[in-house]
């Protein structure tokens, strides 16, 4: 009985790190380089924030 459970547990383990390697390839060792980094969007953009949060005037409602 014991046997069949370490025998399940083993194949578990080695078919979840097999369907790891064939997913996501070799395990790499994370570089400084790999960070993440936001990308840019319009609220990085000065004159896009300065004209959305200007007060709306008669010729801006619309």
Same mark, same amino acid.
């Given at each position: 009985?014991?046997?069949?459970?370490?025998?399940?547990? *083993?194949?578990?383990? %080695?078919?979840?790190?097999?369907?790891? +390697? $064939?997913?996501?390839?070799?395990?790499?060792?994370?570089?400084? !380089?790999?960070?993440? *980094?936001?990308?840019? %969007?319009?609220?990085?953009?000065?004159? +896009? $924030?300065?004209?959305?949060?200007?007060?709306?005037?008669?010729? !801006?409602?619309?």
């Amino acid at each position: 009985m014991w046997r069949f459970v370490l025998l399940l547990v *083993v194949v578990a383990v %080695g078919s979840y790190y097999a369907a790891r +390697f $064939l997913l996501e390839g070799f395990p790499r060792i994370k570089r400084r !380089d790999d960070e993440y *980094v936001r990308p840019l %969007g319009p609220d990085d953009d000065d004159e +896009f $924030l300065a004209q959305i949060s200007r007060k709306k005037g008669p010729e !801006d409602q619309g």
